[in-house]
């Protein structure tokens, strides 16, 4: 007989917890009573109904309020209880979700556990609302996401992906979430399915006991469009707190190449100890930089492959990084390695 799991469910705030206000759809505290009282938890599960506990933030958010911050709170709650628990199911707003769980699963270090983050596109009180299912979809994986796969990861609409493969695709649809430079880990309909992928904690770092958090300003990202100017990126540079930035170029990792002083201005960053970090800007793009002159370029100016990250990967990556107190070189390197399953190698 299998044994009772223990779930914890962290309400951080979203659509999924929201109540109409005059000023529009704000979160509302009520949602972790209502689940605490859904009589359909004990009846989704045939066979046993997992022990749920639930904890809820203070303020609670719309996602796209979210900082670096409150990454760090969710991995520290979860490792303060993780003897506990056998799953932990985050709820989170869609806006930053991909950047959650991207987070998490670097900063959740040795962490084998499942944790589930979703959310919902409409909020639970509505008739056609997702959150229901989103929400019992997530437990039934963190109860039941087998050993050999456990991992941070996003369980939304009919998909179950690795957190950090994840980016937002739909503002509408209720498959909002898509992995779409890495097979999903699974498909949720009649029956949940896993596609049995590796397990992917990190075993890596030690922020705990030798992390501290950086400002937010420590990190950048910058997207490439034509007439991009160097004038930009320089001014961004000024800011003397800033360690890495993420450039969102174009197709395999292109840049202006004929533009000398966007050449030099990447140049006087990498110079100056700030990490510059490329990926690419199409949904299933993979930088490879060495296949145009305009990506030598800008490899020859110092800034280096993210290969197939995606950017919201790349960008908590590099602040976990930083976090970690790592030198402008190891990050570098840290960089082009995957370390939770976030690139391939
Ligand atoms: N669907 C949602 O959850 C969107 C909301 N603005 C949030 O990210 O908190």
């Known amino acids: 007989m299998n044994k009772t799991r223990r779930i914890l ?46 904890m809820s933030y203070e303020p609670l958010l719309d996602s796209s309020d979210m900082t670096p911050g409150r990454w760090v709170q969710i991995a520290r709650d979860i490792q303060q209880r ?102 999903n880990l699974g498909a949720i309909g009649i029956d949940v399915e896993y596609n049995r992928r590796g397990r992917f904690p990190t075993d890596f770092g030690n922020f705990a006991e030798q992390g501290q958090l950086p400002a937010d300003e420590a990190v950048a990202l910058v997207r490439l469009f034509p007439g991009f100017s160097a004038e930009t990126l320089r001014a961004i540079c000024q800011n003397s707190a800033l360690r890495g930035i993420v450039l969102e170029a174009y197709g395999a990792g292109n840049g202006p190449s004929k533009n000398q002083s966007f050449q030099d201005a990447i140049q006087d960053a990498v110079g ?57 070189d190891m990050i570098a390197q840290h960089m082009k390695t995957p370390i939770a399953g976030e690139m391939r190698r």
Do not use: W
Not at 24 to 43: N, T
Not at 161 to 178: E, H, P
Not at 279 to 302: C, F, H, K, W
């Open 272 to 328: 100056a100890g700030i990490v510059v970090v490329v990926v690419s800007q199409p949904l299933d793009g993979i930088v490879r930089m060495n296949s145009y002159a305009a990506g030598s370029a800008l490899a020859r100016a110092g800034a280096i492959s993210g290969r197939d990250m995606t950017t919201e990967a790349a960008l908590t990556k590099l602040y976990y990084l930083i976090a970690l107190g790592y030198s402008a």
């Open 82 to 183: 993780y003897q506990q628990f056998d799953g932990f199911v985050v709820l989170h707003g869609t806006d930053t979700l991909a950047y959650t769980a991207s987070a998490l699963s670097f900063f959740l270090e040795h962490t084998d556990k499942p944790v589930v983050v979703t959310g919902a596109q409409l909020p639970f009180a509505y008739p056609r609302s997702d959150a229901r299912n989103n929400l019992i979809s997530a437990l039934e994986v963190a109860a039941n996401m087998p050993e050999t796969m456990t991992q941070v990861c996003v369980v939304f609409g009919s998909r179950i992906l690795r957190g950090n493969r994840t980016t937002k695709v739909s503002a509408k649809a209720y498959d909002a979430f898509d992995s779409p430079r890495y097979p």
């Open 9 to 54: 469910i962290i309400y951080t705030g979203g659509t999924i917890g929201m109540q109409q206000t005059v000023d529009g759809l704000a979160p509302a505290p009520d949602l972790a009573a209502e689940i605490r009282h859904m009589p359909e938890l004990g009846q989704a599960f045939q066979t046993h109904p997992p022990v749920i506990e639930t």
